[in-house]
């Protein structure tokens, strides 16, 4: 990856996925105290990211000062698309695990080279689908998001030449770089061959398909892999404990880009005159105070826009930095609505440290739950996920709710471990490391491609939680099984223009 001395907007055939949305120069930034960490600082052009119709979402509006993997180009194939490996035989991308060997390219000089490249990571999620269409016959399904490689440099399936959605796109004017349908014969090698394009790879059409599903991205040792038969972009590499992610907001990557300008970006978008000040949304994508947040201090800024622009916002974490900005947020609560929620899955401190590498201990983030009760605030603690038979014992469930009730929480929300397609391979590699006894009930529990626990497991936990919460007064109404509950006061809920709230949402992103 190349980010010293970019300059944005550019065709670069090497920018990495995402960049097209940003201006300005780009400076990768490393330093003693976050060993092993990249900062790559941005200017970005827009704060403010609207949720797509088409999403699930029960809020409208959130601001990431922050962005990792999970936002460049991740999740966007068809899980049927098929991936040339290096064994000369070409397999469905839904098929690849981490640690298969693959066909990607290199450059050198000007010319690109086929070469062997592992598969480091594998993410799956659910997205609109496109299809591309080939003068070949060659046909992708995949996201709007998606790059492919031109003779012009890489391009999204989809974009716009100007506004918002400006970016390098697709067009009948473009022509993809492969060998395209016919694929390469088995018998003949291709490692170390030159590209060549001899196969009519002109684009004849992209078409949005109308409906969502199931797509599947990987990352790879070259940054790209070739997806039948013409070279794709990757997804943006994440850090090893974030393979391990259990929920949303587990985000200590190690390359992070900051958006270093996000406050003031933010203050002109609220200034518009067609701001309608709706709820915002911070940290349910991204934590808003990750460690980055204590080099950066962006969290202040964007605080203070939302509060002076009459906006509510909510703010969801994991960081114990929010500790610094109390005096601030109860500055903001005067003048509009907000609430505090902290994400708090593990109270066992070996445990927690093994699958949550990098995060506050258990005890950190309770006593931020306490500072904020001080402050004036009702604080939600998110119990979840539960992991079961590890966390969801009756003596480990009371502990933590006496633990989250003795730091002054107003309520809990609770949910099972949800394995989505993305994660569950990494969180049995977990499992088979840390406790290889409980593989086979893991297995029995989310079997195939499974993502949530059976129905009678969750009603079990519930039917064994609920009585504890009411015992120590955290009876807030429970989102895990009444997703479509407003929360009562205390506490300000916000209505965003779709029927759920804010900690609706953030509770399935878990």
Same mark, same amino acid.
């Given at each position: 990856?190349?980010?010293?001395?970019?300059?944005?907007?550019?065709?670069?055939?090497?920018?990495?996925?995402?960049?097209?949305?940003?201006?300005?120069?780009?400076?990768?930034?490393?330093?003693?105290?976050?060993?092993?960490?990249?900062?790559?600082?941005?200017?970005?052009?827009?704060?403010?990211?609207?949720?797509?119709?088409?999403?699930?979402?029960?809020?409208?509006?959130?601001?990431?000062?922050?962005?990792?993997?999970?936002h460049a180009c991740s999740y966007c194939l068809s899980p049927d698309t098929m991936v040339l490996c290096a064994d000369?035989?070409?397999?469905?991308?839904?098929?690849?695990?981490?640690?298969?060997?693959?066909?990607?390219? $290199?450059?050198?000089?000007?010319?690109?080279?086929?070469?062997?490249?592992?598969?480091?990571?594998?993410?799956?999620?659910?997205?609109?689908?496109?299809?591309?269409?080939?003068?070949?016959?060659?046909?992708?399904?995949?996201?709007?998001?998606?790059?492919?490689?031109?003779?012009?440099?890489?391009?999204?399936?989809?974009?716009?030449?100007?506004?918002?959605?400006?970016?390098?796109?697709?067009? @009948?004017?473009?022509?993809?770089?492969?060998?395209?349908?016919?694929?390469?014969?088995?018998?003949?090698?291709?490692?170390? @061959?030159?590209?060549?394009?001899?196969?009519?790879?002109?684009?004849?059409?992209?078409?949005?398909?109308?409906?969502?599903?199931?797509?599947?991205?990987?990352?790879?040792?070259?940054?790209?892999?070739?997806?039948?038969?013409?070279?794709?972009?990757?997804?943006?590499?994440?850090?090893?404990?974030?393979?391990?992610?259990?929920?949303?907001?587990?985000?200590?990557?190690?390359?992070?880009?900051?958006?270093?300008? $996000?406050?003031?970006?933010?203050?002109?978008?609220?200034?518009?005159? @067609?701001?309608?000040?709706?709820?915002?949304?911070?940290?349910?994508?991204?934590?808003?105070?990750?460690?980055?947040?204590?080099?950066?201090?962006?969290?202040?800024?964007?605080?203070?826009?939302?509060?002076?622009?009459?906006?509510?916002?909510?703010?969801?974490?994991?960081?114990?930095?929010?500790?610094?900005?109390?005096?601030?947020?109860?500055?903001?609560?005067?003048?509009? #609505?907000?609430?505090?929620?902290?994400?708090?899955?593990?109270?066992?401190?070996?445990?927690?440290?093994?699958?949550?590498?990098?995060?506050?201990?258990?005890?950190?983030?309770?006593? @931020? $739950?306490?500072?904020?009760?001080?402050?004036?605030?009702?604080?939600?603690?998110?119990?979840?996920?539960?992991?079961?038979?590890?966390?969801?014992?009756?003596?480990?469930?009371?502990?933590?709710?006496?633990?989250?009730?003795?730091?002054?929480?107003?309520?809990?929300?609770?949910?099972?471990?949800?394995?989505?397609?993305?994660?569950?391979?990494?969180?049995?590699?977990?499992?088979?490391?840390?406790?290889?006894?409980?593989?086979?009930?893991?297995?029995?529990?989310?079997?195939?491609?499974?993502?949530?626990?059976?129905?009678?497991?969750?009603?079990?936990?519930?039917?064994? $939680?609920?009585?504890?919460?009411?015992?120590?007064?955290?009876?807030?109404?429970?989102?895990?099984?009444?997703?479509?509950?407003?929360?009562?006061?205390?506490?300000?809920?916000?209505?965003?223009?779709?029927?759920?709230?804010? #900690?609706?949402?953030?509770?399935?992103?878990?």
């Amino acid at each position: 990856m190349r980010w010293n001395g970019q300059e944005l907007g550019t065709a670069d055939a090497d920018a990495l996925p995402g960049l097209e949305h940003l201006s300005g120069l780009v400076r990768s930034v490393t330093t003693p105290e976050f060993a092993g960490m990249t900062f790559h600082e941005v200017l970005a052009r827009s704060a403010l990211n609207h949720v797509p119709q088409t999403s699930a979402m029960p809020f409208d509006w959130t601001v990431n000062p922050y962005r990792g993997c999970s936002h460049a180009c991740s999740y966007c194939l068809s899980p049927d698309t098929m991936v040339l490996c290096a064994d000369g035989r070409h397999r469905a991308i839904e098929s690849l695990i981490v640690g298969d060997e693959i066909i990607g390219t $290199v450059r050198e000089g000007s010319y690109r080279r086929y070469v062997r490249t592992p598969v480091l990571a594998r993410w799956a999620t659910r997205k609109p689908a496109h299809r591309v269409a080939l003068a070949d016959g060659t046909e992708l399904v995949a996201s709007g998001d998606h790059r492919f490689l031109t003779r012009r440099g890489w391009k999204h399936v989809t974009g716009a030449m100007r506004g918002e959605d400006q970016r390098p796109c697709l067009t @009948t004017d473009d022509e993809l770089v492969g060998f395209g349908h016919a694929l390469v014969p088995t018998a003949e090698p291709i490692e170390g @061959t030159a590209v060549t394009t001899i196969a009519d790879l002109r684009v004849v059409s992209v078409e949005p398909l109308g409906t969502t599903i199931d797509m599947i991205d990987i990352t790879t040792g070259t940054g790209d892999f070739i997806a039948n038969g013409v070279i794709s972009h990757n997804c943006f590499a994440r850090g090893t404990h974030e393979y391990l992610d259990l929920d949303a907001g587990h985000d200590f990557d190690s390359q992070i880009v900051v958006k270093v300008n $996000v406050a003031d970006v933010l203050r002109r978008e609220l200034a518009r005159g @067609t701001w309608r000040h709706e709820h915002v949304a911070l940290g349910t994508n991204t934590d808003p105070y990750q460690r980055a947040e204590g080099r950066y201090r962006l969290m202040p800024g964007i605080i203070s826009a939302l509060a002076e622009s009459g906006t509510p916002f909510s703010i969801l974490t994991k960081g114990t930095l929010l500790r610094r900005d109390l005096p601030l947020l109860q500055d903001a609560a005067s003048s509009v #609505d907000l609430s505090l929620s902290m994400s708090i899955a593990v109270f066992d401190d070996a445990l927690q440290h093994s699958i949550e590498p990098g995060t506050p201990t258990a005890q950190a983030r309770l006593d @931020t $739950v306490r500072a904020a009760t001080d402050a004036g605030f009702a604080v939600t603690v998110f119990l979840m996920p539960v992991l079961p038979h590890l966390t969801d014992t009756i003596p480990a469930i009371d502990e933590a709710l006496r633990r989250i009730r003795d730091a002054g929480a107003r309520r809990v929300i609770f949910g099972a471990l949800h394995l989505r397609p993305g994660v569950k391979p990494w969180f049995l590699q977990w499992l088979e490391r840390e406790h290889p006894e409980l593989v086979s009930s893991y297995r029995a529990l989310y079997p195939g491609a499974a993502a949530q626990a059976p129905k009678a497991y969750r009603s079990w936990l519930a039917n064994r $939680v609920r009585p504890l919460v009411r015992r120590y007064g955290l009876d807030g109404r429970l989102e895990e099984e009444q997703p479509r509950v407003r929360p009562p006061q205390p506490g300000p809920v916000i209505r965003t223009g779709r029927s759920q709230t804010a #900690d609706a949402a953030a509770a399935r992103l878990f």
